[in-house]
């Protein structure tokens, strides 16, 4: 065999091998809504294998090179936000009659498209363009701000959930006497304007700087970002059209009612343990900017991040523990 034959038949097991790893999200979504069918009919490890479907993504995400497979690693980062994104889109269609269409054959459409795209696309070779720094700053310290008002609210319905240890009872009565705050019309208002813009400027946020995500953290904050951004949308059109369309408290009983035990609510299981575990990821990669861009250590910031991306996977694990023996 000749060098110049070698070199094309090592080209070609490349962009064979490149082209499996860049579709591999898309299939691993796909396979997403067996494993949560299997987590309800066959057994609870089904469900924790579906938690790494997310983490296959960002991993390939992180690893393909923006300016080579932009769509492909675009892609890769959406498969990070599956069990949000599975259950927005149950949540808007499987119980609606204006469409003959359901939320697993939309999603089997999505990622069969998905996959399609990562498999044929060409390398792309066009120079990534630099963000506009100034107007980001100034929009990522608003996204800032308006994340501590989201933070206070956060942490007292994490404190709520956390009362499921207890029982339905302990939640219920924590619930009660945090709705006399969170439940003030000015309150309520205050919160979903913050909700609101937190959902644009992230996106926009997003947009600009996942081109640019070169360290392990910062994917994992690009990834839990687009988490949020889906959580949010699914989980207050959920809460919304319970409260006002089907005059359901959304309490205790609504959110932990058939878990592990109803096929269709099972879904919801890793939808709740990922999406405390991306507030505090995101939250976590935060902070650890703000120290560096202070002149901190970057050994301080990263650990600082790790601590709190623990603590918050601690935490998302109590609260599911609670709400299974609820």
Known sequence: MTAASASAVSGLHLAGSNRFRRTVPSLAALAYPSLIWCGQAVGP?????A???PLVGVFIAHALDHRLYPRSRWIAFAVGGTPALYSLLGGWLDFQRVVALNGLQVWT???LAFAGIAFWERPSHSPTVSPQLLRQRRL????????????CFAAAHVLNHL????GGEQHTAIMHALRLVYRNPIVETVLLASITFQLISGVRLLVRKLPHTAHWIDSLQAAAAGYLVVFFLSHLSAVLKARYLRHVDTNWSWAA????TDPWTVRLAPYYFLAVIAFGVHGGAGARRVMLNHGRAVQLADR??????AGAAALSGSIIVGLIRG
Request: one cysteine or more; charged letters at 5%.
């Open 140 to 151: 990522a310290l608003a996204h800032g701000i308006s994340a501590m008002v989201i933070a």
């Open 163 to 166: 009362g499921g240890l207890w």
């Open 304 to 309: 600082t991040f790790c601590v709190v991306a």
């Open 257 to 260: 009612d058939g878990l592990l």
């Open 51 to 53: 938690v790494g479907i």
């Open 45 to 49: 490890i089904f469900l924790a294998i």
């Open 109 to 111: 459409c999505i990622w």
